[in-house]
């Protein structure tokens, strides 16, 4: 394994560790995916749905890309989008990325703190040159640093 996946699988580890047993009754150890299982999951071309408070408490939800770089999961975003007034009030965000159904369902949450990074920034360069893709609309980049990762693949997931 290398380092990220590594990393990933032990913020998870801690995450389970720390859970109550309605959370580990729903995600089985025999279910839960491997860091290098994680790694290919949070990978460039995922889409997930990225959650965020409003200043008034009220939750936010939308769809958002994402790449995992240098142990964040870095999500891009446009200049006024309400995620980003979310996160400069209540810098902390959930994420969930799946793909499936049934006995195929896989799924990740991540939650921790975010910065919001200016998109003419070297690090936000570096993560939308691991993106694959030039997102040129993009103009500020969030960088979720997962404080909890809890996943579950089906017993048919296709998952190397």
Excluded: C
Excluded at 10 to 39: D, K
Excluded at 120 to 127: K, L, Q, R, S, V
């Amino acid at each position: 394994m290398d380092t990220e996946e590594i990393w990933l699988a032990e913020v998870q580890e801690r995450s389970f560790h720390r859970a109550g047993a309605a959370t580990t009754s729903s995600f089985p150890v025999a279910n839960r995916m491997t860091g290098a299982q994680l790694a290919r999951h949070l990978s460039p071309g995922g889409y997930g749905v990225l959650a965020t408070t409003r200043a008034d408490g009220r939750p936010h939800a939308a769809p958002t890309s994402l790449v995992r770089h240098d142990r964040a999961i870095w999500l891009p975003s446009v200049a006024g989008a309400v995620r980003l007034a979310n996160l400069a009030v209540n810098p902390w965000a959930s994420l969930v990325v799946m793909r499936g159904d049934g006995p195929e369902h896989v799924m990740a949450l991540l939650e921790g703190p975010t910065t919001v990074v200016d998109a003419a920034t070297d690090d936000a360069a570096a993560a939308a040159r691991r993106y694959g893709r030039e997102p040129s609309w993009a103009t500020a980049w969030i960088r979720l640093t997962p404080r909890k990762i809890l996943s579950y693949a089906g017993a048919e997931a296709l998952l190397p």
